[in-house]
């Protein structure tokens, strides 16, 4: 069938609960985009021209329905005061926690317009809103607090604070809090659409207790901020949420990105509740075949996307770094042919 409206118009359309020419295919294609467009990863996360250049190159190769703006969950954490290796060809990783070389009371609450890579995502948003942003949303996946505080602290100590030092982590959770609404403000005004994301909350990380009393109250308070800017918020958390799946719509997200659960799970609890997005499996996009992808993304995609609230289709984590672009492609095109909602 024949497209009739832009990415643009189709997200709109969904956020506002009524039905696009077909569901959103927003597959998770974060640091991937520098694969497709030959940039040494280092420059990706460095540099927001080439960011933004790359998230275009790979819009044009795959004509998918969204920018994902992203390569790890310590942006903030580095500007509040984190060390972090950077390696010509992978992900910045974490070298010395803010927290092991200064007190909570000395972190400061950074300018996203100066400190450390926050520029970095701001200006590649703002390239490529004046370059495509009137066709294709936007899209900024920011840390939510309880992960920026794991990446403040020694995340193996901080998961014992959960239990004995309850007041610390609260203190760190409310700096991390205060940041992230300072650089979802920025990115708004830039032109994006920030994405909540806070894989180190998932019940992989940390028990639904723990989640319930540190990860969900900060995610419902950022998301609630975001809400007064009247944007439509998606929470994304990796790995598994399936003992947390009940308190997902609380957060006040009105769309859930989800991961390691099983789809038809997901769709009979929330789907009258929230808009899904998910979930497919990003190893078989790494390792699987085209042929085997067609054939599963569609029955995935048939069987979500008369999902009462909305659907759209997305793998469950990041497309990964070095995934073979022919994968990508088949994902694509096999969402595409399933799911038509206009004749």
């Known amino acids: 069938m024949k497209e009739i409206l832009t990415s643009r118009e189709r997200f709109g359309?969904?956020?506002?609960?009524?039905?696009?020419?077909?569901?959103?295919?927003?597959?998770?294609i974060t640091s991937h985009a520098a694969t497709v467009n030959r940039t040494?990863?280092?420059?990706y996360y460095t540099d927001g021209k080439k960011m933004a250049e790359a998230q275009i190159a790979a819009i044009e190769e795959y004509n998918h329905d969204a920018l994902s703006f992203f390569s790890e969950v310590g942006i903030i954490a580095e500007a509040m005061g984190s060390e972090f290796l950077y390696p010509d060809e992978d992900l910045p990783v974490l070298k010395t926690p803010a927290l092991v070389k200064h007190d909570i009371s000395d972190l400061k609450i950074p300018d996203p317009c100066s400190d450390k890579r926050l520029?970095?995502?701001?200006?590649?948003?703002?390239?490529?809103?004046?370059?495509i942003g009137d066709r294709i949303p936007l899209l900024a996946y920011v840390p939510a607090p309880f992960t920026t505080g794991?990446?403040?602290?020694?995340?193996?100590?901080?998961?014992?604070?959960?239990?004995?030092?309850?007041?610390?982590?609260?203190?760190?959770?409310?700096k991390a809090l205060s940041a992230a609404m300072e650089f979802c403000y920025h990115?708004?005004?830039?032109?994006?659409?920030?994405?909540?994301?806070?894989?180190l909350a998932s019940s992989s990380v940390i028990s639904p207790a723990a989640y319930k009393e540190f990860a969900f109250p900060y995610e419902?308070?950022?998301?609630?901020f975001l809400h007064r800017y009247d944007l439509d918020i998606i929470l994304h958390i990796c790995g598994e949420t399936e003992p947390i799946l009940e308190f997902l719509p609380e957060t006040g997200a009105d769309l859930v990105s989800i991961d390691r659960v099983?789809?038809?799970?997901?769709?009979?609890?929330?789907s009258k509740k929230v808009r899904i997005i998910g979930n497919f499996d990003t190893s078989k996009i790494a390792f699987s075949s085209p042929s085997d992808i067609d054939k599963e993304v569609k029955d995935m995609v048939a069987n979500s996307v008369n999902a009462?609230?909305?659907?759209?289709?997305?793998?469950?984590?990041?497309?990964?770094?070095?995934?073979?672009?022919?994968?990508v492609k088949a994902f694509i095109k096999a969402a595409k042919e399933v799911g038509w909602y206009w004749d």
Request: net charge negative; with cysteine; glycine share 4%.
């Open 262 to 270: 099983d789809l038809s799970t997901v769709l009979k609890k929330l």
């Open 150 to 174: 794991m990446m403040l602290s020694d995340p193996n100590r901080f998961l014992i604070q959960t239990i004995r030092e309850k007041d610390r982590v609260v203190e760190i959770l409310e």
């Open 220 to 224: 419902q308070r950022l998301i609630g």
């Open 13 to 28: 359309l969904l956020v506002i609960d009524e039905r696009p020419d077909r569901c959103n295919i927003i597959p998770l």
């Open 119 to 131: 520029p970095v995502y701001l200006e590649a948003i703002e390239y490529a809103y004046h370059s």
């Open 40 to 43: 040494k990863l280092r420059d």
């Open 308 to 327: 009462p609230k909305g659907y759209i289709a997305s793998t469950g984590c990041e497309v990964p770094i070095r995934a073979p672009m022919e994968n």
């Open 187 to 199: 990115i708004i005004d830039a032109g994006g659409l920030p994405v909540v994301v806070d894989p």
